[in-house]
């Protein structure tokens, strides 16, 4: 998967800078308190742009093989 800059926003709009598919919501609550961090149990997390899906060739790998050079 593409490890592509992210900015993360924070519900009191404030932007943390992240990396897709390496940043966690813990990696992010450490950043502003690694107390807090430890307590944390559910993140809900929203995306406003896809950065690829998961069927792109991490679940199916074979559709990859199959594919011409042309494709």
Do not use: C, W
């Not at 502003?32 to 991490?58: H, N």
């Amino acid at each position: 998967m593409p490890h592509q800059p992210i900015k993360i926003t924070m519900p009191d709009g404030s932007v943390k800078e992240g990396v897709s598919f390496e940043t966690s919501p813990y990696d992010i609550a450490a950043k502003i308190s690694k107390q807090m961090a430890d307590k944390i149990v559910v993140a809900k997390v929203k995306f406003s742009k896809r950065v690829a899906t998961l069927d792109e060739g991490l679940l199916n790998p074979e559709a990859e093989e199959g594919k011409d050079e042309d494709d």
